[in-house]
């Protein structure tokens, strides 16, 4: 007899069950700062230098869609104010541009390869507009209608979107340093898109549907939780909030990990694209601690993706399908308590997504799974069922080896889905321990799985940070050292800045050193200027240093209020 389980705390909406289990969407940069070889815009950018005259949207969405990705979010006016539509709201848009000469819309381009290839796809609309005269607080009524009329011609076209349909709308948080602090009526632009698009999902500093994870690295929190109290939300937000959740939030909202494929959101000729490594790292970061993946792909001047971060996608993509080719619990025996049959312990290694087990009995709850012969793995992937709730806290994996049984690895929230990975191990068992739950706990998926072999990093002739971690002064300088063992040969190195909880334009500007290394030249001492900012908490950055586009050393640094 099926016993129903009672829900537990905030239930995500279809929309939102459906986001997690596509666990990837891409992020379009485009615009003004492409062609200005910026970051920011002021607001002043000529119209004429917009002109990507190979531009293909199609052979954009062809890419992704043969890479994995089932959403797609367009950046039509970021915070230049320059709009990528024909609006018939400000002359400051694709109009003034000669290309497609001056009849171009990019919305649309995108909007039919979306629809060509069945690609959900979202909209971003920058809140801030640095050229909108408008935008001051003594026209605060004005520029946000303004806002609102864009929104209504975006969304009630049915000639944009997937087939007039969008997933999902991005309302960038970000202001520059000295913008007006214009308010902007959010529930008027919240209910203006549900009006028009249903059960669009919402990203906002507010409490909405999406929220950002707290910094640009790509990285979610551990422990996840999918819900948050709207009252501890805002602009004014803690970053540590926003990464982690709230295990007694009220209402459910994904913490979306968004990242670039390369230093900067625009593109810029000198920067490179992530190594397969790092992206390996972000996504058991991101998705594989259960939140979806925003990776930006920023396309060049010609308006068409490089083809460095194309190799990139695809090597990625190959990546994932080799990870998840063979799932070595499939089948397996699983024994331990159960509500009842219905919710059996075999539902767990069943392969069905419509089956679940979940147990009443006291915590911690012990799983045991028997392979039927010794596997060689080193992930295990636990999966909850989140229509009813997110409930797990805390959870704990061991392996027998031996006769002996050994810790695999300890976690703590699972959510749509935990990827704990661990030392690669050979075993026949595999104990699953729920030591912390907020409610009854009910997983719907236990599976094991061995990660596809990476090409060792070479040590690029001893080439190190001196130092792995370092702080400075807002405002600052950061002053670091770059060293090298093996001398007896030229080299040249690259470091770049990537963004942390500190992005581009609050923590620092977008640079990239280029080091000639001379035969016999074992160090260098190097600087880069942080930025000051009113905020009364400490950011954090990265540098990257490669060569030949190899990741070889990475410096963490925090930019502190002193």
């Known amino acids: ?173 970000a202001r520059g340093e000295g913008a007006q602090k214009v308010n902007y009526e959010f529930e008027k632009w919240f209910e203006t898109i549900r009006d028009l698009q249903g ?11 999406i929220r950002w994870i707290g910094n640009e690295r790509g990285y979610a929190g551990d422990p996840l939780w999918q819900k948050v109290n709207p009252d501890q939300l805002g602009t004014a937000a803690e970053l540590d909030y926003l990464q982690h959740g709230d295990s007694s939030g009220r209402i459910f909202s994904i913490g979306e990990a968004d990242v670039s494929i390369r230093p900067g959101w625009f593109y810029h000729e000198d920067q490179d694209p992530k190594s397969l490594e790092e992206l390996v790292e972000i996504y058991f970061h991101s998705v594989g601690r259960g939140t979806p993946l925003l990776l930006n792909i920023p396309p060049n001047q010609d308006g068409l993706f490089d083809d460095k971060d194309i190799k990139r996608l695809y090597e990625f993509a190959a990546y994932r399908d080799e990870l998840y080719r063979e799932d070595l619990a499939l089948g397996a025996k699983v024994s331990g308590p159960a509500l009842s049959a219905d919710f059996g312990c075999h539902h767990l290694t069943d392969g069905l997504e419509t089956s679940s087990w979940a147990s009443d009995v006291g915590l911690p709850i012990q799983l045991e799974l028997d392979l039927g012969s010794p596997k060689t793995f080193d992930v295990i992937e636990l999966r909850e069922d989140l229509k009813i709730g997110q409930r797990i806290a805390a959870f704990q994996v061991q392996v027998e080896m031996g ?26 068992k595999v104990r699953v321990m729920i030591t912390e739950a907020q409610s009854m706990p009910v997983l719907t998926k236990i599976s094991l799985y061995k990660t596809p072999r990476l090409l060792q990093k070479v040590v690029v002739q001893g080439l190190v940070f001196a130092e792995k971690s370092l702080a400075v002064a807002k405002g600052e300088t950061l002053h670091f050292r770059i060293e090298r063992s093996e001398s007896n040969t030229p080299l040249e190195a690259k470091i770049s800045i990537q963004p942390g909880t500190g992005v581009h334009g609050v923590a620092y500007q977008d640079e990239i050193q280029v080091l000639q290394f001379q035969t016999g030249e074992s160090k260098k001492d190097l600087t880069i200027p942080t930025l000051y900012f009113a905020a009364d908490k400490t950011l954090d950055f990265y540098l990257n240093m490669t060569v030949d586009g190899q990741l070889v050393d990475q410096a963490h640094i925090l930019v502190e209020t002193r």
């Open 1 to 173: 007899m099926v016993r129903e389980i009672k829900p537990h705390g905030p239930l995500p909406s279809q929309a939102q069950l459906a986001y997690l289990e596509d666990e990837l969407a891409a992020f379009i940069h485009f615009g003004p700062n492409t062609f200005y070889d910026q970051e920011w815009g002021t607001g002043q950018e000529d119209p004429e230098r917009f002109n990507p005259t190979g531009l293909d949207a199609r052979e954009w969405v062809r890419v992704l869609k043969e890479t994995g990705f089932k959403k797609l979010i367009l950046v039509i006016k970021h915070h230049d104010g320059f709009v990528l539509y024909p609006t018939a709201h400000t002359d400051y848009s694709v109009k003034a541009s000669p290309w497609r000469n001056g009849e171009g819309d990019l919305l649309l381009e995108v909007s039919q390869a979306a629809t060509e290839f069945d690609m959900d796809m979202g909209v971003y609309l920058s809140p801030w507009d640095a050229h909108s005269p408008l935008y001051h607080v003594d026209r605060e009524a004005d520029y946000n209608a303004y806002y609102l009329s864009q929104l209504k011609e975006i969304l009630s076209n049915p000639a944009y979107g997937n087939a007039g349909k969008f997933a999902e709308v991005w309302m960038d948080g």
């Open 403 to 428: 006769g002996v049984w050994q810790e695999f690895g300890t976690e703590f929230t699972v959510g749509h889905k935990r990827l704990l990975r661990g030392s690669l191990v050979k075993a026949q």
């Open 199 to 209: 059960d669009c999902l919402i990203f906002s500093t507010e409490g909405t549907s």
